[in-house]
């Protein structure tokens, strides 16, 4: 943007005017908003680490704490960088991201407790790691990409990584089984990494330029019918090219849950674009076609609705692949009630798998629906944020990208979360910032990164105020 | 050391009430998002709007004192960029479509600020009462997300984002993202502007 810059007249200036210009030194109010909250996170995720060792060991063990530590150390070191590259991101993603992630350590290291694990064999040792390596890829993410336009260079390639990230799973020799689905990647017995993870990003920056590019012709012609313009049928072809690509990862894979994620991702950013309510209901025709002959012609998508549905009879819960799981989660939070039986003195462990698909109901059983509460609190309010920055967004891709993101984030909370507690059936994804797992905290954090250097460029435009 | 039942119930339940009071923190610190910016304290006495070299005056009596820039991020661009134009002849108006090659400024024609000129690009430009606005209005009649100019192709336009006040082009209440033809008047609140060459 050109500018010009001439001396200004203005009357307030006009007192200094002796041929020196001053450098004006802005107190940086909203990094100092951000450090603030940044230590309230950091001494809560330290005192819910001393909570799980009083009450699981009845001691204080420094090892975890000395972790814990390293943790607030790169998180203030994310601090110290937004401060030189991005002065005017907002202060209130990075709290919340680093309170969940402290939040799940804590949880994570509650169960390694349980199961009598310690060094490289505990889950939240090797969390700990994944999330420093993690905020890692965010502080390069912010550094690298100084302005979020670069990306709209990239459409096209990031839709082909995206999509080479979701089939390499499928490459023999490289792809590994998990529990039924094929989502993971892996070298040798070691480094196990879901692509998946990624792709939801690199999918989102697709998304967002395609339809700046193209929504125009989505969104103009078709004809009226019952108070809404639908498409023209030769329109259709991006939704059937994302509808068959989630349909196949429920085929291929064996994974409903990303599947859903990847089709609402979609779905959200073409409404977006388009403001056309025909293409949600058209969409969500399509995709709940989709799973209801899946679920009649797929077997594991038959269980899960099984499950789902008919979940405490007593055939379903001690079948194998039944619903042991899913009703000893609700049995937790149950247990849990108002305010929980308090960090380190349930029985989590229970419940296969609680560290990782299940770390709600567990983290519901211990601080009990209070808890939780504040948890589904913290995302609400990072999505707000993420919205927010779309909403006040300039440019068009800014603003797809921006909500894509945190809708994604969303997405998969209500996903995750809707499975454990029986609202919708359940599917194997990660819960955002808290669950064990490092491919899901590195996209998580590269979103994090992406939404603040979105922040920054929308508050750091020209400005002026009368 | 090991803690009685009674600590770990103290303990546990300070944990949540600081989880909640984090909440609250944020939740306290967003305000300004829920109920929107404050509006500036409107006083009687007007040195800058005096001090105008303009030939246009301010159709509502304006004052300009009291300015105060409420957060951080408003104060981040200095006011150098902006400057004001002295004594600029007035080209004779006329139905020329503003666009990205004609338009290269907009100027405040009345109000508080009435001169100063704000550099036109090939960005929208957000107009409104909150800090995140490329062009922040703080009087009572700007509503926090007013309008915005943005681009059709190459052409200038004007929409109305559901203010309460309505954005005014030559007199007419925008309702749908009109075309802005160069040295139009458009009106929002006490402040109007025009697109000039």
């Known amino acids: 943007m050109p500018r010009q810059s001439k001396p200004s007249t203005d009357a307030r200036d006009a007192a200094p005017q002796t041929g020196k210009i001053r450098r004006l030194h802005l107190p940086q109010k909203l990094r100092n908003l951000e450090l603030f909250l940044l230590i309230i996170a950091c001494g809560i995720n330290l005192g819910a680490v001393v909570l799980v060792q009083l009450g699981a060991l009845g001691r204080i063990d420094t090892t975890l704490v000395l972790l814990g530590a390293s943790l607030s150390g790169l998180v203030f070191g994310m601090h110290i960088v937004l401060r030189f590259v991005a002065r005017e991101a907002d202060p209130f993603i990075l709290p919340i991201a680093t309170l969940l992630n402290g939040t799940g350590i804590a949880m994570i290291y509650r169960i390694d407790i349980a199961n009598e694990e310690a060094g490289w064999a505990s889950a939240a040792v090797r969390q700990t790691v994944w999330s420093g390596l993690a905020i890692a890829c965010a502080i390069a993410v912010i550094l690298i990409i100084r302005n979020h336009r670069v990306l709209f260079r990239y459409t096209y390639v990031a839709g082909f990584v995206g999509v080479l990230l979701l089939l390499l799973p499928l490459v023999p020799g490289l792809g590994r089984e998990v529990s039924g689905a094929r989502v993971w990647i892996g070298f040798g017995s070691f480094a196990t990494f879901q692509p998946g993870e990624i792709a939801k990003i690199a999918l989102a920056v697709f998304f967002a330029g395609y339809l700046v590019r193209n929504r125009d012709s989505l969104s103009m012609v078709g004809k009226k019918f019952l108070g809404m313009r639908f498409p023209r049928l030769r329109d259709l072809g991006p939704i059937l090219v994302v509808w068959a690509l989630s349909m196949s990862v429920i085929i291929f894979q064996r994974d409903l849950g990303t599947a859903l994620l990847y089709f609402g991702l979609f779905l959200v950013m073409l409404y977006l674009a388009t403001g056309r309510l025909s293409w949600v209901l058209l969409g969500m025709a399509l995709f709940l076609g989709g799973a209801l002959i899946a679920s009649q012609t797929l077997e594991y998508v038959n269980g899960r609705f099984t499950n789902w549905l008919d979940a405490l009879n007593p055939a379903v819960y001690d079948a194998d692949g039944g619903s042991y799981q899913l009703v000893q989660g609700l049995f937790g939070l149950a247990k849990g009630g108002l305010i929980g039986t308090g960090l380190g003195q349930g029985r989590p462990e229970l419940t296969p798998v609680p560290q990782s698909d299940y770390i709600i109901a567990s983290l519901g059983e211990e601080l009990g629906l209070a808890g939780i509460f504040a948890i589904l609190a913290l995302y609400l309010l990072l999505v707000a944020r993420g919205f927010r920055i779309g909403f006040a967004g300039q440019d068009d891709f800014g603003k797809l990208l921006g909500v894509g993101l945190s809708f994604v984030i969303a997405l998969q909370c209500f996903i995750v979360i809707g499975g454990v507690t029986r609202v919708i059936p359940l599917t194997g994804l990660t819960t955002p910032f808290l669950a064990a797992g490092g491919s899901s905290l590195v996209a998580n954090w590269i979103i994090v990164a992406l939404l603040l250097r979105l922040s920054d460029t929308v508050r750091n435009q020209p400005r002026l105020v009368v | ?197």
């Open chain 2, 1 to 197: 050391m090991n803690p009685s039942e009674l600590t770990l119930l103290v303990l546990r339940l300070a944990f949540l009430l600081v989880l909640w009071l984090f909440i609250f923190g944020i939740v306290y610190a967003l305000r300004s998002d829920l109920f929107g910016q404050r509006v500036r304290k409107m006083s009687t006495d007007a040195p800058a709007a005096a001090a105008v070299p303009f030939a246009t005056p301010p159709p509502a009596p304006v004052p300009a004192g009291a300015f105060t820039q409420p957060s951080a991020a408003s104060a981040s661009a200095p006011t150098e960029q902006f400057s004001r134009q002295k004594a600029a002849p007035l080209p004779p108006a006329g139905p020329e479509k503003a666009t990205t090659q004609t338009a290269t400024r907009l100027v405040i024609t009345s109000g508080t600020k009435a001169g100063t000129e704000f550099p036109l690009g090939s960005e929208p430009i957000t107009i409104g009462r909150s800090s995140d606005s490329s062009l922040v209005i703080r009087d009572d009649y700007t509503s926090t997300h007013h309008a915005r100019l943005m681009l059709w192709h190459e052409d200038w336009m004007v929409q109305d984002l559901d203010s309460t006040n309505g954005t005014f082009l030559d007199g007419k209440r925008v309702a749908v993202p009109t075309s802005v033809p160069l040295n139009t008047t458009v009106k929002i609140g006490a402040t109007s502007f025009e697109l000039r060459r």
